[in-house]
T-cell receptor, first 112, second 118 residues
Framework: EPEVTQTPSHQVTQMGQEVILRCVPISNHLYFYWYRQILGQKVEFLVSFYNNEISEKSEIFDDQFSVERPDGSNFTLKIRSTKLEDSAMYFC??????????FGQGTRLTVV | AQKVTQAQTEISVVEKEDVTLDCVYETRDTTYYLFWYKQPPSGELVFLIRRNSFDEQNEISGRYSWNFQKSTSSFNFTITASQVVDSAVYFCALTITYSGAGSYQLTFGKGTKLSVIP
């Protein structure tokens, strides 16, 4: 069964550093998403990406964040100058549209 | 804007009991999808069901069943004869079916933590 793959599964970084979270969506999917889940809280939408550009973003997704699809298979989330409050589980998802999105297993980011 | 409310923060049941998880949603759109996801302690999101707003038929899958009532904007989830392996956080979510922006992001509820005690 096709799956969305995220790497790394856990990343620890120092405050102020930049991190890149990587995702390999399902190959024939056209819509890509990043979500964030702070520990013990709900899953929140960050950004969607379609047709090689951001299609929608939430208030959380400010200038600290950026996304890229550098090579047609990977989908990355870059967080610049990380803060303690960026510690969370980050989920990548992909879909064919309104079909049910497939979620990756998540990357747990810990900022120390 | 969409909103999903899961009023039950935590529920504890004894194994073999039935349990219902409530979900109430708000949207101005007439067509939408509703979802349930399970998040076990390992952290991943496990898809359980998707329901189209035009399809109000209840669905049963093994010990799981879902009751969709458009009149009350609710999409409740029942686990029959609960088992310890059902212990997890369960999220209800909503997305609209048309987006001129090219995005079908999910709006999640806060989740209900279910603990099944042996």
């Amino acid at each position: 069964e096709p799956e969305v793959t995220q790497t790394p599964s856990h990343q620890v970084t120092q405050m102020g550093q930049e991190v890149i979270l990587r995702c390999v969506p399902i190959s024939n999917h056209l819509y890509f998403y990043w979500y964030r889940q702070i520990l013990g809280q709900k899953v929140e939408f960050l950004v969607s990406f379609y047709n090689n550009e951001i299609s929608e973003k939430s208030e959380i997704f400010d200038d600290q964040f950026s996304v890229e699809r550098p090579d047609g298979s990977n989908f990355t989330l870059k967080i610049r100058s990380t803060k303690l409050e960026d510690s969370a589980m980050y989920f990548c998802a992909s879909s064919e549209g309104t079909a049910s999105p497939f979620f990756g297993q998540g990357t747990r980011l810990t900022v120390v | 804007a969409q909103k999903v409310t899961q009023a039950q923060t935590e529920i504890s049941v004894v194994e073999k009991e039935d349990v219902t998880l409530d979900c109430v949603y708000e949207t101005r759109d007439t067509t939408y999808y509703l979802f349930w996801y399970k998040q076990p302690p390992s952290g991943e999101l496990v898809f359980l069901i998707r329901r189209n707003s035009f399809d109000e038929q209840n669905e049963i899958s093994g010990r799981y069943s879902w009751n969709f009532q458009k009149s009350t904007s609710s999409f409740n989830f029942t686990i029959t004869a609960s088992q310890v392996v059902d212990s997890a956080v369960y999220f209800c979510a909503l997305t609209i079916t048309y987006s001129g922006a090219g995005s079908y992001q999910l709006t999640f509820g806060k989740g209900t933590k279910l603990s099944v005690i042996p």
